[in-house]
């Protein structure tokens, strides 16, 4: 069976990631998880920190690894001989993404097929990005992610900790408009 590439922010990696990669350890011999270092994006976490996430998140899976990679997907997948790229999908919204993504993958490096694997529907609506928005408003995330990443989120933002709810005085978010 060949080996997978399972390439991604993970900024930080939750429990939909987490669904993903063990669904892909369980069809290929190895699974090969990419931290992206520098994605357009703003990152809470950096690199070194989002590796460390992800490999004591998933070090109970013995065939899956976890490296980091800076420039194109495929080049990486190349590089670790990789045949299959791996991504998950919560919804439609994810499937025109990752389809777009898929053609200039594949426009680049025709020999890497794309996997694409839906999550468990209990995290069909997380990201990482609500993860990092509750966390940060002091709501309960104990359901979204390990609790190690729980730790390292509640190192990230110390004053919410036991936050007391707060009505719309300090919304720095946009759940804090919606409740
Ligand atoms: P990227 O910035 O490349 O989208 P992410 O870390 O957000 O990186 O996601 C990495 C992969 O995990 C992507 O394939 C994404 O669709 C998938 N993913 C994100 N959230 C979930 C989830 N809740 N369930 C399953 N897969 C998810």
């Keep these: 069976m060949p080996r997978a590439m399972y390439p991604g922010t993970f900024d930080p990696i939750h429990n939909g990631h987490i669904d993903i990669a063990t669904r892909a350890s369980a069809l290929f011999d190895e699974v090969v998880l990419a931290v992206y270092d520098a994605p357009p994006k703003k990152l809470l976490f950096s690199t070194e920190e989002r590796l460390d996430l992800a490999?004591?998140?998933?070090?109970?899976?013995?065939?899956?690894?976890?490296?980091?990679?800076g420039g194109l997907t495929v080049q990486c997948a190349r590089e670790i001989e990789a045949q299959v790229i791996i991504r998950g999908l919560r919804n439609v919204a994810d499937f025109e993404f990752e389809h777009q993504i898929g053609w200039a993958n594949h426009q680049l490096a025709p020999e890497?097929?794309?996997?694409?694997?839906?999550?468990?529907?209990?995290y069909a609506y997380l990201s990482a990005t609500i993860l990092k928005e509750v966390a940060s408003l002091g709501g309960d995330f104990t359901a979204w992610a390990p609790a190690h990443v729980q730790a390292a989120l509640h190192a990230?933002?110390?004053d919410t900790l036991h936050?007391?709810?707060?009505?719309?005085?300090?919304?720095?978010?946009?759940?804090?408009?919606?409740?």
């Design 112 to 122: 890497v097929e794309l996997c694409c694997l839906f999550c468990d529907d209990s």
């Design 55 to 69: 490999r004591q998140a998933l070090r109970h899976l013995d065939n899956v690894s976890v490296v980091s990679y």
């Design 163 to 179: 936050a007391p709810a707060r009505g719309l005085s300090r919304s720095g978010g946009k759940l804090a408009h919606r409740g």
């Design 156 to 158: 990230k933002f110390p």
